[in-house]
């Protein structure tokens, strides 16, 4: 799990270069680049969280191995077969590429509600972050478990506030230094994640995965095989079928780079997060936590690994939320372009720290993730059915550009329909959120062309 | 320079993930090899800025 990229308008770091522009054959960057960056921004702090909430929710080590194995496949396949292919040919900022189909207001909707959910990322991350810094407190900090929402207690708020000020702080002075820093980091942090795997096999005297990960006798899974397929295809869906990432990949010179998302997903998304959830299953046999409350991730941590470890969850928390702050801000700074780059930093520094206080974020992630995908994802059908179903279903490519609106409706109905269906669905009855994201995708796609060819722009101009 | 950096770092890489894989076998205790991740882990993060490019 991680961050997107940026907001139009500020030409501050790599995805911010040509913002309003497609990206000039000189500026196209070679494949390493690529499969450094997915490796590195998907071995987050997150991932501590995630691995272990499956074993909260009853996954088996079969789910687990080949569920996971088959969500980052099609995860793969998606940022390869449709985001490099669009962000490839197009060479455009998903900002640029929407305006041109929605028109300039809407993309200040999307940059709303894309600000507002980085900052409760961000507040996740920072939450994640603060179980390890209160690790060397003691009993001073009671740590949220995963059935807490609300603060643990004053100290627990202070610990949040100190880290949320010190990453917005870092924020505030750009990105390139954390930029830097998580570069630096990756593979270490990644050789921690599988350290802790190795150690608590040790400490359970088995290397028999599928003899460890079983769910808890009696209990009622909440999670099974496709559960896990969904949720590995979607967490980042708002990247890839959301096309966040084409503000990325429009930097790489073919579009096979995008195969180098498989770094990402199959060392963050699969050996990290089995190495994660082995902690928990640890703490469940040896320790006698209750695998529903769960155990918080920096003391698992560093009863496995010590202090490299609690150091680790740190860094990982922090290389990846800082980013996240920053685009928030870069993302709320869109909104009201007069702001500055500081102003929209600091009130996303302020709304992801307020969050972080509350566990809930990170707690409750597994449903968080689905909720973000579910909103995010389907405006990416638009850009996809606009790049290459237009013609075949004749209607027109980039409507806005064409008859010059700043407001689209026919997308703002395809979007906000399918995706109100479906947090309805979630909220009123129950339904898992991260089985949300492709039907609302699939719906958004295919409402915008039907609401295109009733009432949107004729093919050809006259 | 850049070269025994680089050497110090990859032997930091190792000393994250090879006291663990001996700690499985059973050929070191718990407390050294959390010791020796430890140091790695500072041997890493004072060496690999020396010469890994990229990440601005």
């Keep these: ?462 | 320079m850049t070269h025994v950096a680089k050497v110090l770092g990859l032997l930091a890489l190792a000393g994250t993930v090879v006291p663990p894989l001996l700690f499985l076998t059973r050929s070191i205790a718990e407390g050294p090899m959390k010791l020796i991740m430890l140091i790695s882990a500072l041997v890493w993060f004072t060496t690999a800025p020396l010469w890994m490019k990229g990440g601005q």
Aim: glycine fraction near 10%; aromatic fraction near 12%.
């Design chain 1, 1 to 462: 799990m991680d961050s997107q990229p940026d907001s139009p308008g500020v030409a501050t770091h790599i995805g911010d270069e040509f913002a309003r522009e497609p990206v000039p054959p000189k500026a196209l960057k070679g494949a390493s680049s690529f499969w450094g960056m997915y490796a590195g921004e998907h071995t987050a702090g997150t991932e501590f969280m995630i691995g272990p909430l499956f074993v909260a929710w009853g996954a088996s080590a079969f789910d687990l191995i080949f569920g996971l194995l088959l969500g980052n496949l099609m995860a793969v396949l998606s940022w390869r077969f449709l985001t490099a292919e669009i962000a490839t040919q197009k060479r455009l900022t998903l900002y640029c590429q929407l305006e041109r189909i929605t028109g300039r207001n809407l993309v200040t909707l999307y940059n709303l509600f894309n600000g507002v959910l980085f900052c409760f990322l961000a507040g996740a991350m920072v939450t994640v972050s603060a179980t390890a810094v209160g690790v060397p407190f003691g009993d001073s900090i009671r740590m949220p478990s995963f059935t807490d929402t609300l603060p643990t207690g004053a100290l627990w708020i202070v610990t949040c506030l100190a880290i949320g000020a010190a990453m917005t702080f870092v924020a505030l002075r750009g990105y390139g230094f954390v930029a830097r820093m998580g570069h630096l980091s990756a593979p270490w942090m990644f050789l921690v994640f599988v350290a802790c795997g190795i150690v608590v096999m040790a400490k359970l005297g088995s290397t028999n995965l599928f003899e460890l990960i079983q769910p808890a006798a009696g209990s009622s899974p909440k999670i099974g095989f496709w559960g896990i397929v969904a949720f590995s295809w979607f967490c980042n869906s708002a990247m890839h079928l959301g096309m966040s990432d084409l503000s990325v990949l429009r930097f790489a010179r073919k579009a096979s780079y995008g195969w180098a998302s498989a770094a990402g997903m199959y060392l963050g998304h699969y050996v990290a997060w089995i190495s994660a959830a082995l902690l928990l299953v640890y703490w469940v046999r040896e320790k006698g936590v209750d695998p529903a409350t769960g155990a918080a991730p920096g003391p698992m941590v560093w009863d496995a690994v010590g202090w490299a470890g609690l150091l680790c969850v740190v860094i990982a928390g922090w290389t990846t939320a800082n980013p996240t702050i920053y685009r928030a801000g870069l993302a709320f700074q869109g909104m009201f372009p007069t702001m500055s780059r500081a102003t929209g930093t600091l009130i996303a520094g302020g709304v992801c720290t307020v969050a972080s206080i509350f566990p809930a974020f990170a707690m409750k992630l597994l449903d968080f993730v689905g909720i973000y995908g579910t909103i995010l994802a389907p405006i990416g059908a638009v850009i996809v059915v606009d790049h290459f179903l237009a013609d075949k279903v004749g209607i027109a490519t980039e409507p806005a550009t064409r008859t010059g609106t700043r407001f689209n409706p026919v997308v703002l109905f395809a979007w906000v329909i399918p995706v109100g269906v479906g947090l309805f669905l979630q909220q009123c009855y129950g339904f898992p959120a991260f089985f949300l994201p492709l039907p609302c995708w699939i719906a958004c796609g295919v409402l915008y062309i039907a609401l295109s060819k009733r009432v949107g722009p004729k093919t050809v101009l006259p």
